[in-house]
T-cell receptor
Framework: ETGVTQTPRHLVMGMTNKKSLKCEQH?????MYWYKQSAKKPLELMFV???????ENNSVPSRFSPECPNSSHLFLHLHTLQPEDSALYLC???????????FGSGTQLSVL | DQQVKQNSPSLSVQEGRISILNCDYT??????FLWYKKYPAEGPTFLIS?????DKNEDGRFTVFLNKSAKHLSLHIVPSQPGDSAVYFC??????????????FGQGTTLQVKP
């Protein structure tokens, strides 16, 4: 595996379900991110982790709970989501101090 | 308030012609600007960037121009090819603490290059 991989690629869940999105980066980077892309909206930064420590939470509702057990893995735990949370969730990584993000292919989430 | 704006949601260009994608920003603290390209079912991929100390950066068929006084940047693709058809995102960074992964994105412009 190379680059940034995300699983699952697609997810459909009910509002009472609990699910998790997984991201793994194989680039040796030390920063990881969750972005959200809703239809016809800009990519929105959700969380930033540097060296496994959360350094940014962009006013994200608590029904989204990130976890970063090490510099290569990032999770987004989901519970009691709303239909308006349906979006493409993108994971990215970067090297601290270097320019540019490397994105995964994203998880297309639908909340029914 | 949206700090990075791409006011054209879509653009259609004939193959071989020039594609010009525009981006405006409001935050004068931004010092790095990037363009990302996104195909359906894939994540965005980095295309080209420019520092605020420059007004032009060129990489093959892609050139980015920065007009700081107007807080405007543009991406020129010459000549356009059908494989360039994708969504293009403009992004900006204030480079705080060297963490250039904290990017602010525009809404994207969908480019269609017709054969």
């Amino acid at each position: 595996e190379t680059g940034v991989t995300q699983t699952p690629r697609h997810l459909v869940m009910g509002m009472t379900n609990k699910k998790s999105l997984k991201c793994e980066q194989h680039l040796g980077h030390n920063a990881m991110y969750w972005y959200k892309q809703s239809a016809k909206k800009p990519l929105e930064l959700m969380f930033v982790y540097n060296f496994k420590e959360q350094t940014e939470n962009n006013s994200v509702p608590s029904r989204f709970s990130p976890e970063c057990p090490n510099s290569s893995h990032l999770f987004l735990h989901l519970h009691t989501l709303q239909p308006e949370d349906s979006a493409l969730y993108l994971c990215a990584s970067s090297q601290q101090g270097a320019l540019g993000l490397f994105f995964g292919s994203g998880t297309q989430l639908s909340v029914l | 308030d949206q700090q990075v704006k791409q006011n054209s949601p879509s653009l259609s260009v004939q193959e071989g012609r020039i594609s010009i994608l525009n981006c405006d920003y409001t935050n004068s603290m931004f010092d790095y600007f990037l363009w990302y390209k996104k195909y359906p079912a894939e994540g965005p991929t980095f295309l080209i960037s420019i520092s605020s100390i420059k007004d032009k950066n060129e990489d093959g068929r892609f050139t980015v121009f920065l007009n700081k006084s107007a807080k405007h940047l543009s991406l020129h693709i010459v000549p356009s090819q059908p494989g360039d058809s994708a969504v293009y995102f403009c992004a900006a960074s204030a480079g705080i603490s060297g963490n250039t992964g904290k990017l602010i994105f525009g809404q994207g412009t969908t480019l269609q290059v017709k054969p």
